[in-house]
């Protein structure tokens, strides 16, 4: 557990040496890759979020990484590929999209149409892609780093709650302290310091981390807690939508990949508490009374954590 615990820390590290004062973010965004999920970053623009997503790919040795604009005219076809006639040989040939791939930024995700959003559904929550009708497996990492701006910005369209569901997380890095910002500004006088990252771990070894991760050990009573954490976003009279039993698995697989960052041998309850509102908030839905309002999911699931009993 020590040295995969060492190798994970030197990944972090590395990301955090170009991403400034945003460790606990840096630790959620790789705790959901190493359980094998996906981050959806949104802030203002300008906070980090595709510097973030560049310096984790740099880091990794042997890693593919891609990178798909979200615009408007973008079609589904520009991210899962196409099957294009060769006359030579008398048959169709497939070109893959960037969507096979170890890491995908997709950034500013919802300025594309709700079509293209959806293109993304298959692949993100079953590692596959169907283009005309034959089945491709996404292996290897494929795992999908979305950014986007507030649905108040214009030219933006908001994502589907299909879509939401399929994130394991969503954080938003938000502005960092003067001092902070002046190391920024100085670490970028001659140079984006992400262009001088140097790869710290291997692919291997972060597959290795992963298989790790799953082997966390998780108690029957934190089965329960988790549970109940979720299924208390049901029923809720401001609440039109409430999380799923895919929430519970991501809550389960993200806090064993933040007990093996921490070096930790078992999950605790602290550590749920830490990710719960990243994990659930997102995929509820208010009811549009309780939106106009001025409800926020984000302190629903705070109350719920609150007020739902710890195991001991």
Request: glycine share 6%; with cysteine; aromatic share 6%.
């Amino acid at each position: 557990m020590m040295s995969e615990s060492a190798i994970a820390a030197r990944l972090e590290k590395s990301v955090c040496s170009v991403v400034r004062g945003q460790t606990e973010v840096v630790r959620k965004v790789l705790a959901a890759m190493l359980a094998g999920g996906h981050v959806l970053l949104e802030d203002y623009p300008g906070t980090g979020k595709t510097t973030l997503a560049k310096a984790l790919a740099r880091s990794i040795s042997g890693a593919e990484f891609k990178r798909v604009q979200f615009t408007p005219d973008l079609l589904p076809s520009d991210i899962l590929g196409v099957s294009v006639f060769d006359p030579r040989g008398q048959e169709f040939r497939f070109h893959p999209g960037p969507v096979f791939t170890d890491i995908l930024l997709a950034d500013e995700i919802n300025r594309a149409s709700p079509r293209t959003q959806s293109a993304l559904l298959e692949s993100m929550g079953e590692r596959q892609a169907t283009i005309d009708g034959d089945c491709h497996p996404l292996d290897g990492l494929f795992f999908v780093i979305a950014t986007q701006n507030p649905v108040e910005f214009r030219g933006t369209y908001p994502l589907p709650e299909a879509q939401m569901d399929r994130f394991m997380i969503q954080c938003a890095l938000g502005y960092v302290s003067a001092a902070e910002e002046a190391e920024i500004l100085e670490a970028q006088t001659e140079r984006h310091p992400v262009d001088m990252l140097e790869p710290v771990v291997t692919r291997d070894e972060v597959l290795a981390l992963m298989a790790a991760a799953r082997r966390v050990r998780f108690s029957a009573e934190l089965r329960d807690y988790v549970v109940a954490l979720v299924a208390a976003t049901r029923g809720r009279r401001e609440i039109q939508l409430a999380a799923s039993p895919r929430a519970s698995l991501a809550l389960m697989k993200i806090s064993q990949a933040l007990a093996l960052l921490d070096g930790a041998e078992f999950v605790t309850p602290d550590l749920i508490q830490r990710v719960a509102v990243e994990v659930i908030a997102h995929r509820l839905v208010l009811e549009p009374e309780a939106r106009f309002a001025g409800a926020d999911p984000r302190k629903i699931v705070r109350d719920i954590i609150a007020q739902t009993p710890v195991p001991v």
